[in-house]
């Protein structure tokens, strides 16, 4: 069986990379990739199906429905984001030190990372502190998250870019930085919110206590976060799939 495998495989031939950093590099995109997949998907599954179910369901049942599905999905998103900007940032550092080795100058490796890290931890905080004014309207939030990533991506490639930086490099730093902002909101916004949410449920379901009076403007501010983030996916996966199929940053 295993001598027949092998011989289909010389024949159609198959070679596998033999040095490491070929399967380091495969092996990265692929967990990134299977990771955002959990990421995207279970946000999309709570934005599209969990919270207009319960919408729609009795108010009784309401409580006992979000405690059967939101904390796993919760953990679900919020892990697998750690797992996808993790993988995505080592990914990151191997395109900016290649870029920078045909440029002659390994330095320049980390001049571009401190310039992309600036960028979009800044765009976070002025985003995050926008929200957590709490005197910000949901319009006005999603407007100054368009914004706040626009200013980041075109900061980050007039200081980035160069002759002999990469497609990649460009489209994965503006591609990352967003799903920067996305994974920092996680969990300096949407996890605080959900956390809160949970134990208050909880509480009402478990033991007939009252919801608190900051209870709907919690829950609001899950919702525009999360839905931000939802919107920001798709400038996210076009600057990821560009990376490789539509070098229109860079030539090379």
Not at 158 to 179: D, E, F, Q, R
């Amino acid at each position: 069986m295993l001598a027949g495998a092998m011989i289909m495989l010389s024949e159609l031939n198959v070679k596998f990379p033999s040095d490491g950093a070929s399967w380091e590099q495969f092996m990265l995109r692929w967990i990134h990739v299977t990771a955002a997949i959990l990421w995207i998907g279970s946000l999309y599954f709570q934005i599209l199906v969990v919270v207009p179910a319960l919408m729609k369901s009795e108010q009784t049942m309401r409580g006992k429905m979000a405690l059967a599905v939101i904390p796993k999905a919760a953990w679900i998103m919020r892990w697998s984001a750690v797992v996808v900007w993790l993988f995505g940032f080592r990914y990151f550092m191997i395109l900016a030190k290649t870029d920078a080795l045909n440029a002659g100058d390994v330095s320049l490796m980390w001049r571009w990372i401190g310039i992309w890290a600036a960028c979009w931890l800044g765009a976070f905080v002025i985003f995050m502190g926008g929200v957590e004014s709490g005197k910000l309207p949901a319009p006005i939030l999603v407007l100054l998250a368009a914004i706040v990533t626009v200013a980041a991506a075109w900061i980050n490639l007039a200081l980035v870019a160069g002759p002999m930086t990469s497609n990649k490099t460009l489209c994965i730093s503006v591609g990352g930085g967003i799903g920067t902002i996305m994974f920092l909101a996680v969990w300096g916004i949407v996890w605080r919110c959900q956390k809160k949410l949970i134990a208050w449920t909880r509480a009402a379901v478990e033991q007939g206590a009252a919801m608190p009076p900051e209870f709907a403007m919690v829950q609001k501010k899950l919702a525009v976060v999360s839905a931000i983030g939802a919107v920001l996916t798709i400038p996210v996966i076009f600057f990821m799939t560009a990376a490789s199929h539509f070098p229109f940053l860079s030539g090379r």
